[in-house]
Nanobody, 123 residues
Framework: QLQASGGGLVQAGGSLRLSCTASGRSFSNWFMGWFRRAPGKEREFVAAIDWKGSVTHYADSVKGRFTISRDNAKNTLYLQMSSLKPEDTAVYYC??????????????????WGQGTLVTVSS
């Protein structure tokens, strides 16, 4: 089970850190990702990280502004968001899978999903 938290209201240019806590003992065996769904749009890939945290991937729209990381000892995934823009407003979801095959940016590659946390960026 995945539990996302940390969303809220922030002004443009501000920062937020999202967390995703996993229950169970297998967190270190999961490839993790963050996705988001903006109002009226489909869910889209944001960032992904491998099991050890040594390889990361980002959508072009967030590259240089967002940082994904994980703490396997705490069973927690993070998304540090900086220089936020109004277009970053969305519900953010964490996702996990035990096996990834190069399709980290696709929803169907993930087996488990958190409930989402809302991020609102005001202009």
């Amino acid at each position: 089970q995945l539990q996302a938290s940390g969303g809220g209201l922030v002004q443009a240019g501000g920062s937020l850190r999202l967390s995703c806590t996993a229950s169970g003992r297998s967190f270190s065996n999961w490839f993790m990702g963050w996705f988001r769904r903006a109002p009226g749009k489909e869910r889209e890939f944001v960032a992904a990280i491998d099991w050890k945290g040594s390889v990361t991937h980002y959508a072009d729209s967030v590259k240089g502004r967002f940082t994904i990381s994980r703490d396997n000892a705490k069973n927690t995934l993070y998304l540090q968001m900086s220089s936020l823009k109004p277009e970053d407003t969305a519900v953010y979801y964490c996702a996990a899978t035990g096996s990834i095959s190069g399709t980290y940016y696709l929803e169907y590659a993930y087996d488990y999903w958190g409930q989402g946390t809302l991020v609102t960026v005001s202009s």
